[in-house]
């Protein structure tokens, strides 16, 4: 425990003394999913302030753009948010595509969709046996990496990663996939439905985990506005932002998929939507298998590459929201700088306010609703 | 063989075997959690240890025994060293009244159940004072915890045992049991519906099983560990033997309350169908059910999340306490209508 | 300087010490402590398919009190690195530390001339005992990692080793 | 409130103007120009003098944005400093940037936390890595850097 003594504030002049205490939770809390460190001014085991203090994993992803070239930084995107790794690679590499005006083969941007795709189900899978592992229950958590599990065989059998794919290469791919992925996807996208019936049977109508989840945390819509939060987190207050369908990119817009949304703004209504965006993301698979067309699955990308100068943007949903690289070049074949502009980063920033006047543990079981990994929020 | 009748050395034998008993039981209760959970969660558990993992506990146990002891500075010394004794010494004591046979019973004394439950409340004070003298603030939250919690549950559960009292008419354990000889259905979970002492009496069991999950502070209401808010709760600064001691009286508490729960609703030692009792079936019959129930608490440790903290002081305020009142005053007034008649 | 004296040949407490050893190997209890993507995999080691607990190590206890052993599983860097060694402090001898991944070996992919925020290794903060390199390593190199460091504690390997077919 | 381009483009036309006197820097476009969001991943780009982020924060949450990112670029060669406001919408497809440039030896603007409290960490962590001060901002501490970092990592000109 780290307290300094000049973070605790003082007590208003004149007064008794304050009856608060600060609880420093983290940087190792079991509940800190990582290295998240929040000093909690505490009235008994009412918060009466939570300010989270980041950056106990920043590890300077932006200026490493900076000093390499276009191509050597693609690992590092993988890194940031480790779960959603293939969104992460996909939005760098939208964006210097874009730039470069690389023309991507279909069949690699239908890749693209379903790995993507079953990157949302695992790093929701992660979410869903963190979160209850937050609530006390800790056997989800093992039938969660269980089906995780699958899913990191298939895209291992690919790219030859478990956890930080480098995948998508500008103009495409880096392998194409095989029958055994293809076959081993459908065979997961049947074996998953009864899965989550099961989980919808067992834990989500739990009535301890409804009890603990609904009411708790409310964030508005206006609030997940003002602060830029996305992602599942404006979806659980009734917003249907996403943007796969907001602002297409790859070929979404082929697919025929909803966007679950939930008005109720608390954290029953983030871990709703979490749940039927697993659904939805199935479905996604099951088309884009049914509509795979052949050919290759690389472009024509010059050799070295250099952007022409300017900045450009490239946004995509990853499984905690709305991630975008801002890239700006100045001709050259190193970047001139990367901005990338997390989901979590947004997610954590309103929790200040929002857990205000809240219990201990309701505010760490909104704080797993909020879908945390910190090395997106440090970078 | 004379000495054996030896009042002293009998309740000499009866104490090193109590220990011996809570001792092997919270090593290898721990095991058979772990090996359970691994079960429910799909995969094999501890087995390398020894074939199957039996050599486990006794990995565990050397393992805390030659720990650095540490009064972290700054903590109260003696109430640092003094909270694992009392947290052990309740559960032993309750033990040597609990009779695991008609005659394996260290002490068969008239009051058997009013000390079991004047000792059971000794464990919170351990718990608080150990989270006092932590001087961790995870641990002084936990400590409140415990003793609202614990305040909160002890009314329902007196209120169950005084209803069971009504029905059976003494304190003494080994008289509770001996009303419920014959078949199963003269157990009192049972007897109750039929001879219509208490109709509710299942209800009532429900309420004291939920009760002795909270007083043992087990999952779902393990607000005194409460891993994932409060990092380890009241044991966050103990480690080594000291850690060691709260969890093995966790385990002893469990046997406790389980114990407590076969003698006052399963009929303790009797026999479920009539024959096989005696000296031999007896204390397996009595080890039989107190395991089940043993098992039943692991399984909702590792079925369920946590209940928030002030739903469960809910449930023991606007649930448990009008409920068990009820049950309490349903059963005097059909006691009082059956003798009137 | 005066020779040091070897105490080995004078008391031998060979047996004692063996079941000490045995005992601690089986019981590496690692405390809670993800850094980063390494973590994840840590979690994956303890999930069903690895499954720790065969080695009575998936007793992951979140004080430091209580565990014995610490796996670093990401990158340390300056601001953290005051944290992690109060966090090694506060664990109660014996300990061990395993360096899981390349991030917490030396840095890893973060390490380049000028950079500002990484510790290029935690064994510069404290001793490690084992290393398990790997961008993040696989839950199989975290088990042998343990297995590894069960052989340092007891000098003798639990499994035979794979032999590689020539 | 789902706004056109034809409206933004209205709303932003009162911050165009000729370049406040207080700016010295020489390339300074205050301008407002719609761009192909196929080639830059935007729609609406707007250039405004840095006393005007807050008065197009506000036009911009009138009209229903988000506050999507804050960020500087530091273009040493002109000895000036950019920072890029992202906003999105969170109904329709129309991203907006608006920039501002300050000089590099004395990089201040005012904040726009009050109108987006959001803006609050984007600007503490754009000051941690380029040193520009957000006047009115109520923390400005190091934020991703140590507790007593003094340097701006970012800046071309940073030597560790």
């Known amino acids: 425990m780290i307290v300094r003594k000049e973070s605790i504030p003082p007590g208003p002049s004149g007064e008794a003394p304050s009856e608060t205490f600060v609880l420093n939770l983290g940087p190792q809390h079991p509940a800190a999913h990582g290295v998240l460190r929040v000093l909690m001014t505490m009235d008994g085991e009412w918060i009466t302030k939570a300010e989270p203090v980041i950056g106990y994993i920043h590890r300077m992803h932006e200026k490493m753009g900076e000093n390499r070239t276009w191509a050597q930084f693609l690992p590092n995107t993988s890194r940031i948010d480790y779960l959603s790794a293939m969104h992460y690679t996909h939005a760098f590499v939208g964006a210097v595509e874009r730039a470069a005006k690389i023309e991507v083969p279909p069949r690699a941007e239908y890749v693209r969709v379903i790995t993507s795709e079953l990157n949302r189900i695992a790093s929701h899978m992660v979410w869903w046996g963190a979160m209850l592992a937050d609530l006390g229950g800790l056997t989800p958590f093992l039938y969660a990496f269980d089906d995780r599990e699958l899913i990191l065989d298939l895209l291992e059998g690919i790219c030859g990663a478990r956890l930080t794919y480098c995948y998508y290469r500008f103009g495409g791919l880096c392998n194409d996939i095989d029958d055994d992925f293809v076959q081993g996807t459908r065979a997961f996208v049947k074996h998953m439905p009864p899965r989550l019936k099961m989980y919808r049977d067992l834990v989500t109508d739990n009535i301890i985990l409804r009890k603990r989840l609904t009411g708790i945390g409310p964030i508005s819509a206006e609030m997940c506005r003002k602060y830029g939060a996305t992602g599942p987190v404006i979806r659980g207050s009734g917003v249907a932002y996403d943007v796969r369908k907001i602002e297409p990119y790859s070929v979404y817009p082929q697919f025929d998929f909803k966007i679950p949304t939930y008005p109720e703004c608390d954290s029953m209504a983030r871990y709703l939507v979490r749940m039927d965006e697993m659904e939805q993301s199935l479905r996604i698979i099951e088309q884009a298998l049914d509509q795979l067309p052949a050919g290759p699955v690389m472009g024509k990308v010059p050799r070295v590459l250099k952007l022409p100068p300017g900045d450009y943007c490239y946004a995509v949903e990853a499984a905690r929201g709305r991630f975008m690289v801002r890239i700006v070049s100045d001709g050259k074949d190193t970047p001139y700088r990367v901005k990338l502009r997390t989901p979590s980063f947004s997610n954590l920033s309103l929790y200040e306010e929002a857990s205000k006047g809240m219990i201990l543990p309701d505010a760490l079981a909104m704080m797993g609703s909020l879908d945390l990994v910190i090395p997106d929020i440090d970078r | ?341 | 300087m005066e020779s040091q004296v070897d105490t080995s040949k004078i008391v031998t407490f060979a047996k004692l010490e063996d079941v000490l050893a045995l005992g601690r190997a089986n019981s590496l209890w690692p405390l809670t402590f993800g850094l980063a993507c390494c973590a994840i995999e840590m979690m994956a080691t303890g999930m069903a398919r690895f499954d720790l607990s065969r080695f009575g190590a998936e007793v992951f206890r979140p004080s430091p009190r209580q565990a014995d052993l610490m796996i670093i599983a990401g990158t340390v860097n300056k601001k953290m690195a005051p944290a992690v060694k109060l966090l090694y402090d506060q664990m109660l001898e014996p300990k061990w530390v395993m360096a899981l991944g390349n991030c917490a070996i030396s840095g890893g992919p973060f390490v380049y001339p000028g950079q500002y925020a990484v510790i290029e290794g935690v064994d510069q903060l404290f001793p490690v005992d084992v290393y398990v390199p790997g961008c993040p390593p696989r839950p199989e190199a975290l088990i042998e990692g343990i297995l590894k460091l069960e052989e340092k504690l007891t000098g003798k390997r639990r499994f035979p080793v794979a032999k590689l077919k020539e | 409130m789902k706004p056109s381009i034809e409206q933004l483009t209205e709303a932003f036309s009162c911050l165009a103007g000729p370049v406040p006197a207080e700016v010295t820097a020489p390339s300074w476009p205050v301008a407002v120009y719609t761009v192909d969001a196929n080639l830059k991943g935007y729609h609406f780009d707007a250039a405004v003098s840095p006393a005007q982020v807050v008065t197009a924060a506000e036009i911009l949450d009138r009209f229903g944005f988000g506050l999507d990112a804050v960020t500087g670029v530091d273009w040493i060669a002109q000895n000036e400093m950019e920072v890029v406001y992202d906003y999105f919408h969170p109904e329709i497809n129309l991203r907006v940037v608006v920039r501002t440039r300050v000089p590099r030896a004395s990089p201040e603007l005012p904040t726009i936390s009050p109108v987006f409290p959001g803006a609050n960490w984007h600007e503490r962590e754009t000051h941690d890595f380029f040193g520009i001060r957000f006047l009115g901002h109520p923390n400005l501490t190091p934020f991703l850097l140590p507790e007593d970092a003094d340097f701006h990592p970012l800046r071309k000109d940073y030597q560790p």
């Open chain 2, 1 to 341: 063989m004379r000495f054996l009748s030896l009042e002293p050395i009998r309740i000499l034998l009866y104490l090193v075997g109590i220990c011996a008993f809570v001792g092997a039981n919270a090593a290898y209760l721990v095991l058979a959690e772990r090996k359970i959970a691994g079960r429910i969660q799909r995969r094999p558990g501890p087995n390398e240890a020894g074939y199957g993992g039996w050599l486990q506990p006794v990995a565990d146990g050397i393992k805390l025994l030659v720990k650095q002891v540490m009064v972290p500075p700054g903590t109260d010394g003696l109430l640092y060293r003094l909270a694992p004794l009392m947290v052990m010494a309740p559960p032993l004591i309750c033990l040597a009244v609990v009779p695991f046979g008609e005659d394996l019973v260290a002490r068969n004394i008239n009051v058997g159940l009013l000390l079991v439950f004047s000792l059971g409340s000794v464990n919170v004070m351990a718990l608080m004072l150990g989270g006092w003298a932590s001087r961790n603030k995870y641990s002084v939250i936990s400590a409140a915890r415990v003793v609202s919690q614990n305040v909160a549950y002890e009314i329902p559960m007196l209120l169950v045992v005084i209803t069971m009292l009504l029905a059976t008419g003494t304190l003494n354990l080994n008289e509770i049991i001996r009303q419920q000889a014959g078949w199963f259905w003269h157990w009192n979970i049972l007897r109750g519906i039929w001879t219509l002492t208490n109709p509710l009496i299942p209800v009532t069991f429900v309420i004291f099983f939920i009760c002795m999950l909270a007083e043992t502070n087990r999952a779902p209401f393990d607000m005194a560990e409460a891993e994932s808010e409060l990092v380890a709760g009241a044991f966050t600064e103990y480690g080594g033997m000291g850690f060691g001691v709260f969890f093995m009286a966790e385990y002893a508490n469990i046997v406790v309350g389980c114990s407590l729960a076969t003698v006052l609703f399963f009929g303790g030692w009797q026999s479920p169908i009539g024959i096989l009792s005696g000296p031999i079936w007896g204390p397996l019959w009595f080890l039989g059910k107190m395991y089940a129930l043993i098992f039943v608490v692991i399984w909702i440790r590792w079925t369920f999340p946590r209940t928030q903290f002030y739903g469960l002081l809910n449930l023991s305020w606007k649930i448990l306490i009008p409920l068990s009142l009820f049950t309490l005053l349903l059963s005097g007034a059909l006691i009082t209508l059956t003798k009137l008649l």
